[in-house]
């Protein structure tokens, strides 16, 4: 199998990788919400927990969808995928720590760390797409860290926006595959 060929299986098989951006839109902006309504502590909680909830709800949305075509096991593939989600985690507790003694911080440093993640799926997928995509997480994450910090209250909001805006672009990419 080419690195061409598993690339274009990823692409079919999780459609694109829409469902990872549409469920993450959804807890971003509940971590946002949880952020201003009960506590920003509360909020890294919700954004840390919940961001381990993506594949699970991403692989819930892609098997209620028709025409599922999952990649087999053993695929060249999966290691990489794994691998990258990984990251995702052990960079938060980075945000978090910096969220600790500058709360208005955690969610740009937040974006830096995901929209990072998401250049290994240009490799992952083999798409631009998503080089767009981290490119404007990780814009937006510096921006609120060292521009303009006053949005760091409201950009898990922006970064859910983002993801929400991606949704149908990377649909429609997996359509093409």
């Keep these: 199998m080419t690195i061409i060929e598993a690339q274009a299986d990823v692409r079919r098989a999780y459609r694109g990788g829409f469902s990872g951006p549409l469920v993450s ?7 946002n919400t949880v952020y201003l309504l009960v506590s920003p502590g509360a909020a890294m909680v ?15 949305i892609l098997r209620m969808m028709p025409g599922r075509i999952p990649l087999p096991a053993g695929h060249p593939s999966n290691a990489l995928a794994i691998q990258s989600a990984f990251t995702v985690p052990v960079g938060l507790l980075v945000a978090i720590a910096l969220g600790t003694y500058e709360p208005v911080l955690f969610f740009p440093a937040s974006l ?41 209250a409201v950009s898990g909001w922006i970064g859910g926006a983002v993801f929400l805006v991606f949704t149908p672009v990377l649909l ?6």
Excluded: E, Q
Excluded at 123 to 135: D, M, N
């Design 112 to 152: 830096l760390i995901v929209g990072a993640h998401y250049f290994v799926f240009v490799s992952l997928y083999g798409t631009r797409i998503f080089a767009v995509l981290g490119g404007t997480l990780v814009a937006l994450g510096a921006i609120g860290m060292f521009l303009v910090p006053g949005i760091g």
């Design 172 to 177: 429609r990419s997996g359509r093409r595959a």
């Design 25 to 31: 839109a959804l807890i971003w902006a509940i971590a």
């Design 46 to 60: 919700a954004l840390f927990f919940g961001g381990m909830l993506i594949f699970p709800l991403s692989a819930v």
